[in-house]
Nanobody, 122 residues
Framework: QVQLVESGGDLVQPGGSLRLSCSTS????????MYWLRQAPGKELEWVAT????????FYADSVKGRFTISRDNAKDTLYLQMSGLTSEDTARYYC???????????????RSQGTQVTVSS
């Protein structure tokens, strides 16, 4: 059974930093492209970042490029999102997701996990 558990969300001031983690189980983590997504109140699910199976290459939404870094530890089956320069526009619930297919980059599974809340406010 595929399980993805996000953590690390918090209330942070504008300009601050956070690192999100996604612990996974139930699938061969190292064989899947992985994604971070987010959903702000009243808005649709938004893609944030993608990472290849080995950690490179990575891809980012324009809104987070240069501020966020996606990474992974295949030995720990864990995905990370390092966020800096946070603004109120980054306030959202963040989800991790795996690709729908093993080995290839196609599209992400729709999140079914609880996600982790990031709130940027002074």
């Amino acid at each position: 059974q595929v399980q993805l558990v996000e953590s690390g969300g918090d209330l942070v001031q504008p300009g601050g930093s956070l690192r999100l983690s996604c612990s996974t189980s139930g699938f061969r983590f190292s064989s899947y492209w992985m994604y971070w997504l987010r959903q702000a109140p009243g808005k649709e699910l938004e893609w944030v970042a993608t990472i290849d199976r080995g950690g490179d290459p990575t891809f980012y939404a324009d809104s987070v490029k240069g501020r966020f870094t996606i990474s992974r530890d295949n030995a720990k089956d864990t995905l990370y999102l390092q966020m800096s320069g946070l603004t109120s526009e980054d306030t959202a619930r963040y989800y991790c997701a795996k690709d729908q297919q093993i080995l290839f980059r196609t599209s992400y599974d729709q999140p079914r996990s609880q996600g982790t809340q990031v709130t940027v406010s002074s």
